[in-house]
Nanobody, 123 residues
Framework: QVRLVESGGGLVQPGGSLRLSCVFSGLAFSSYTMGWFRHAPGKEREIVAGIPGNGRDAYYPDSVKGRFTISRDHAKNTVYLQMDSLRPEDKTVYYC????????????????WGEGTQVTVSS
């Protein structure tokens, strides 16, 4: 049974940083592309970062490019999201998952979402 646990969210001032973590169990972690999504109320869930199993050629949408960095530790079955220069519009719940792509969009490969971790950016 696949399980994942997100952590690291919190309250930060604009311009601040947070590091999110997501620990996986029950799947061949190194074989999957991993990603972080966020889902703000009233908006569609959007991907904010993806990283292949080899750790190279990470993907970022323009909204976070240059500010967010995804990484992974295979020894710990953990994927990280370093978020710098945070903006009020980054405030929402962040989720991780094993992900796939059809070439134009990214999707969750698992049949569920974790609880996520809340990020609040406010002065």
């Amino acid at each position: 049974q696949v399980r994942l646990v997100e952590s690291g969210g919190g309250l930060v001032q604009p311009g601040g940083s947070l590091r999110l973590s997501c620990v996986f169990s029950g799947l061949a972690f190194s074989s999957y592309t991993m990603g972080w999504f966020r889902h703000a109320p009233g908006k569609e869930r959007e991907i904010v970062a993806g990283i292949p199993g080899n750790g190279r050629d990470a993907y970022y949408p323009d909204s976070v490019k240059g500010r967010f960095t995804i990484s992974r530790d295979h020894a710990k079955n953990t994927v990280y999201l370093q978020m710098d220069s945070l903006r009020p519009e980054d405030k929402t719940v962040y989720y991780c998952s094993a992900i796939g792509t059809d070439g134009s969009s990214w999707y969750n490969l698992l049949d569920y979402w974790g609880e996520g971790t809340q990020v609040t950016v406010s002065s």
